[in-house]
């Protein structure tokens, strides 16, 4: 059974975000008919695609993101690089990568709006 990981009716904040607000480390999840969670994952996450994310921001006035590659999504960074190209120029990201990650991978990846990287040294 998925878990879901955020709050179906969030309440609005009584305090009111400045412009330009920025979310600082947020993840999308899927949905994972598109993007297909990782074989090994630790946990299933409820579909919590782009859509949710930008409703959500909408409701809390927040206009800048930086979303975080979950690892439940393995090295397939392709989910946070739809958010990111669909998000109008207000939405980063940080990839995970693998460690031997190729010169041409992280350029690649700059250029589709990530501005960090990150490694998953855990054990399974």
Same mark, same amino acid.
Request: glycine content about 12%.
């Given at each position: 059974m998925p878990e879901l990981t955020y709050a179906l009716s969030p309440s609005k904040p009584a305090l009111q975000l400045p412009a330009g607000a920025c979310d600082t480390h947020v993840?999308?999840?899927?949905?994972? /008919?598109?993007?297909?969670?990782?074989?090994? #994952?630790?946990? /299933?996450?409820?579909?919590?695609?782009?859509? /949710?994310?930008?409703?959500?921001? #909408?409701?809390?006035?927040?206009? #800048?993101?930086?979303?975080?590659?979950s690892a439940c999504h393995g090295l397939d960074n392709s989910a946070v690089q739809d958010a990111i190209a669909a998000g109008g120029g207000n939405y980063l990201g940080v990839a995970l990568v693998a460690a031997d990650v190729s010169d041409g991978e992280l350029a690649r990846l700059a250029d589709a709006g990530f501005r960090g990287v990150r490694f998953n040294f855990m054990r399974h």
């Open positions: 993840h999308v999840f899927g949905p994972g /008919t598109q993007f297909p969670y990782a074989a090994g #994952r630790s946990f /299933t996450p409820a579909d919590a695609g782009k859509h /949710t994310l930008f409703a959500l921001h #909408r409701h809390l006035g927040v206009s #800048r993101c930086v979303i975080v590659q």
